[in-house]
């Protein structure tokens, strides 16, 4: 059968049509309403479809998509199996630790859950709802960035704060990027042929996040309440002081709305280097002799080979330490520098591999007892598996 992906942002719809079985994307698209008029750009096989169109809010824009596949011939006819939209949402709480289809109950829990998401959570609801309007024959499923997460032990998911904040107001670490985490983890294991692996996945790409899996299971991630948490992103600050906020609140005047805006989106790479928060543009200019560049790296570096190293005391050792998402699958430099000094953990990096690294590709030496993995990352992938196991939970065909 074939699976719809949609992914509802802010300001782009992704969408995709997987076939569940061979996992080929057979329709690539995508909405983007950042600019007036909205772009749709559509993939099937060797066509390309572009317009534009007047486009406001991610409802309309998935309206958009789904009309596309309904009334463009070409694409209607690829559209003959479709078994299930799976929806990207960010955050499952508590209330969702897995994939599941959605009711009008699921929803009201989508609802409840706005709180600790409120940047995605109502977007990815607007998805849900248009697509329902859209395509009202078709089963829903919510696939979530958080649950892949949910087997964190307690030591690893409680903070040390008072009992109240993580019973009663919900203050844990949830962890995200966990569709990303979770497709590493079954493409690492059959890489390397085996599940019985202590994993270290490093996500770097625009968002950054670590996580530890053992066997397959996550133990430990690197964001937490929030993805403000851990490492050190492209605008976002990543683990700080807490101390740091209190006083840049009582001496700088700094509401919690200027933090929010500091932290997430004028901090990372950069509000390090004052240039960018792409990380090709900033070794452009530390090669150039930018001085902040450089350093904006050197910090990201630290925290990470910090977090790696970490991580590997969290699992006893590393079997695969595994990189992907943009820098993680393009940067030879990053990668390079990331391991460097990791070889006390068994982690040897075959300078020639790196550099002719195409993901995905194990660039460990032949003699290193730990492998170094690049994989390019799949989230679409992870919602098809998904969708498809609650689909045949409810013995449907998927
Ligand atoms: P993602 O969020 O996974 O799409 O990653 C986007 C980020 O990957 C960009 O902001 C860049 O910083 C980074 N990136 C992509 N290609 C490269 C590259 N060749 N070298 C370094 N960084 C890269």
């Not at 969702?96 to 977007?123: M, S, W, Y």
């Not at 700080?240 to 790479?269: F, T």
């Not at 079997?319 to 030879?332: C, K, W």
Request: some cysteine; overall charge neutral; proline content about 4%.
């Amino acid at each position: 059968v074939q699976i719809l992906v949609v992914n509802t942002g802010s300001s782009t719809v992704k969408f995709s049509l997987v076939d569940s079985t061979s996992e080929q994307v057979q329709i690539a698209g995508q909405v983007d309403w950042s600019d007036h008029p909205a772009q749709m750009q559509v993939r099937c096989g060797s066509e390309h479809y572009s317009g534009k169109y007047a486009v406001n809010s991610p409802r309309e824009a998935v309206q958009l998509a789904l009309g596309q596949l309904d009334e463009n011939p070409v694409l209607k006819a690829r559209c003959s199996a479709v078994a299930a939209v799976g929806h990207r949402v960010v955050h499952g709480g508590t209330l969702f630790q897995a994939g599941v289809r959605i009711t009008d109950e699921v929803k009201r829990g989508l609802k409840q859950l706005c709180d600790l998401a409120p940047l995605h959570n109502p977007i990815n609801l607007e998805g849900i709802e248009a697509a329902q309007h859209a395509w009202p024959g078709i089963p829903q499923v919510a696939v979530f960035d958080t649950a892949f997460h949910a087997t964190l032990p307690a030591a690893a998911r409680t903070f040390g704060l008072p009992q109240q904040w993580s019973e009663e107001w919900g203050l844990r670490r949830y962890g995200f990027h966990g569709l990303s985490h979770a497709y590493c983890t079954d493409r690492a294991s059959t890489m390397l042929g085996r599940r019985d692996l202590r994993l270290v996945i490093c996500h770097l790409g625009q968002g950054c996040s670590l996580s530890a899996v053992r066997n397959g299971v996550c133990v430990d991630t690197s964001m937490g309440f929030t993805p403000l948490d851990g490492l050190v992103m492209g605008t976002r600050s990543g683990s700080v002081d807490p101390g740091l906020l209190i006083h840049a609140m009582r001496h700088h005047r700094l509401s919690a709305d200027d933090l929010d805006r500091i932290l997430n989106r004028e901090s990372g790479l950069l509000g390090l280097s004052g240039l960018s928060n792409d990380m090709r543009q900033l070794q452009e200019a530390a090669d150039a002799g930018n001085q902040r560049a450089g350093l904006s790296i050197e910090v990201f570096l630290h925290r990470l080979r910090q977090t790696i190293g970490a991580t590997a005391a969290v699992l006893g050792g590393i079997d695969a330490l595994v990189f992907t998402a943009g820098i993680g699958e393009n940067s030879v430099p990053i990668r390079r520098r990331a391991c460097e000094g990791l070889e006390f953990l068994g982690l040897h990096l075959d300078q020639a591999a790196n550099e002719r690294c195409r993901p995905d590709a194990d660039i460990a030496t032949k003699e290193s007892p730990g492998r170094i993995l690049v994989l390019r990352t799949h989230e679409d992938l992870t919602i098809v598996r998904e969708t498809v196991r609650v689909l045949r939970a409810e013995g449907q065909p998927g």
